[in-house]
C-alpha cells in the first residue's frame, strides 16, 4: 500500500507539470503565433527555453553558473545556521531584555533582501563576501527565531518530568529540548533557505560577474527572454527539490516517527 501511495504521488506530480507545460506552450502560441498580443521578444515557450538552456549547457556556461551560485549559497547558509543557533541560545538565557531582543530581531527580518545590498558593496567591494553578506542578513533572524519559538514552546510537562528524574543540564538539552524543540527547527531551516535562496539572487542580479542571477541580468540586457525565463526556470526547480525532496522529506520523517502524521 505505501509503495501504491509513492507511485500515484509521482504520477500526479508528474501529470502536473506536464499539464504545466502543455498550458505554457499553448499560451505562448496564442499570444504571440495567433492572435499577436505579444511579441516574440517578450514571451518565449518551453521549446524556445529548452532550446537555449542546452545553448547555455554546451557552452558550460549553465553548469558553471549553476555550481557557482550553489556554492555561495551552501557558504552563506551555512555561516547564518550557526549564527543563527547562537541567537537562540542567547534569547534562551536573556530573562530581562528576551521581549526586545525577540523584537529587534522580528524587525531586522522583515526587511528586504535588498536593502543590505548596498551596506554589503561598501563594507565589502563587488565580491563573493558582499553577496555572502547579503545572504547571511537575510536568513540568519528567521532561522533564529524559529529555533527560539521551538525552544520556548516545549511543553513544560516534558521539562518538570526530566528535572524530577533528575537530568543534568546536558542530558535536558540533549533527550529533552533537542527532540521536542526539532519540528520547529527543521521548519526554521526550511524557511531560513528559502529566505537565504531569495537574497542570493537579489545579490548575484546586482552584484555578480557568474551565477545565475548574472545569467539573469545579460538575459534582460541582451532582450533574450528565452534565457531570462529559462534561468527563472532553473531557480524554481532547485528551489522545488530542495524545499520539498529534502527540508519536506525531513520533516514528513520526523512527524511520521511521532505518529502525527
Known amino acids: 500500500m505505501n509503495k501504491g501511495n509513492r507511485l500515484f504521488k509521482l504520477v500526479k506530480s508528474v501529470l502536473f507539470y506536464v499539464i504545466i507545460f502543455l498550458a505554457w506552450q499553448i499560451l505562448g502560441w496564442l499570444l504571440v503565433d495567433k492572435f499577436h498580443v505579444l511579441k516574440p521578444y517578450m514571451f518565449a515557450t518551453p521549446v524556445q527555453v529548452f ?3 542546452v545553448e547555455l549547457a554546451q557552452k558550460g556556461v549553465l553548469f558553471k553558473a549553476v555550481s557557482t551560485s550553489m556554492l555561495r549559497l551552501f557558504v552563506g547558509y551555512g555561516i547564518s545556521v550557526v549564527i543563527a543557533a547562537l541567537i537562540a541560545c542567547i534569547l534562551s538565557l536573556s ?3 528576551y521581549g526586545d531582543l525577540r523584537s529587534f530581531l522580528s524587525g531586522t527580518q522583515a526587511l528586504p533582501n535588498v536593502c543590505w545590498q548596498p551596506f554589503a558593496i561598501l563594507w565589502c567591494g563587488i565580491s563573493d563576501w558582499a553577496i555572502w553578506l ?3 542578513l537575510g536568513s540568519t533572524f528567521a532561522i533564529a527565531l524559529s529555533f527560539d519559538s521551538g525552544i520556548k514552546n516545549i511543553n513544560p510537562i516534558y521539562l518538570k518530568a526530566a528535572r524530577t ?3 543534568n543540564r546536558i542530558g ?3 533527550k529533552v529540548i533537542l527532540p521536542a524543540s526539532l519540528p520547529s527547527i527543521i521548519g526554521g531551516l526550511r524557511q531560513g533557505w528559502a529566505f537565504a535562496w531569495r537574497a542570493l539572487m537579489a545579490s548575484e542580479v546586482l552584484n555578480s560577474s557568474i551565477g545565475l542571477g548574472w545569467l539573469m541580468t545579460t538575459g534582460r540586457d541582451n532582450m533574450d527572454i528565452s534565457q531570462l525565463m529559462g534561468i527563472m526556470l532553473i531557480i524554481l526547480i532547485i528551489g522545488i527539490i530542495f524545499d520539498k525532496y529534502l527540508f519536506g522529506l525531513l ?3 520526523i ?3 511521532r505518529g502525527l502524521k
Open 134 to 136: 547579503v545572504i547571511i
Open 255 to 257: 512527524l511520521e516517527n
Open 251 to 253: 520533516e514528513d520523517k
Open 172 to 174: 535536558m538539552f540533549n
Open 165 to 167: 528524574m533528575s537530568c
Open 95 to 97: 530573562k530581562r531584555f
Open 51 to 53: 532550446e537555449r538552456l
